[in-house]
């Protein structure tokens, strides 16, 4: 059964950062697509950062510059570096995976991953 479980999330001031971690369970990590999503209330789930087709990591334009998404294989871990955060960074952060499946060429959307965490959330205010 897979499992993704989100964990890091909190409250932080303008240029503040945080540091977001999900750990997966259930799967492979020899073939896999995940990427990181936001949903903040009122808005729709968005993607943020992924891993293309090339293996390449991608951001949203909104977040460019400022997160950094990594993984650790052997771990099974995927993480995602919030820097210089913004009150619009504010949301309930999610990791999604597609095991067995390699990402598109652009950020993938949220209904190409079937499996969700439950979420983290960001905060960001003085």
């Known amino acids: 059964q897979v499992q993704l479980v989100e964990s890091g999330g909190g409250s932080v001031q303008p240029g503040g950062s945080l540091r977001l971690s999900c750990a997966a369970s259930g799967y492979s990590f020899s073939t896999y697509c995940a990427g990181w999503f936001r949903q903040a209330p009122g808005k729709e789930r968005e993607a943020v950062a992924g891993i293309n087709s090339d293996g390449l990591t991608i951001y949203a334009d909104s977040v460019k510059g400022r997160f950094t998404l990594s993984q650790d294989n052997a771990k099974k871990m995927l993480y995602l570096q919030l820097d210089s955060l913004k009150p619009e960074d504010t949301a309930m952060y999610y990791c999604?995976?597609?095991?067995?499946?390699?990402?598109?060429?652009?950020?993938?959307?949220?209904?190409?991953?079937?499996?969700w965490g439950q979420g983290t959330q960001v905060t960001v205010s003085s």
């Open positions: 999604a995976a597609k095991p067995f499946s390699g990402c598109p060429s652009g950020l993938a959307n949220v209904n190409y991953f079937p499996y």
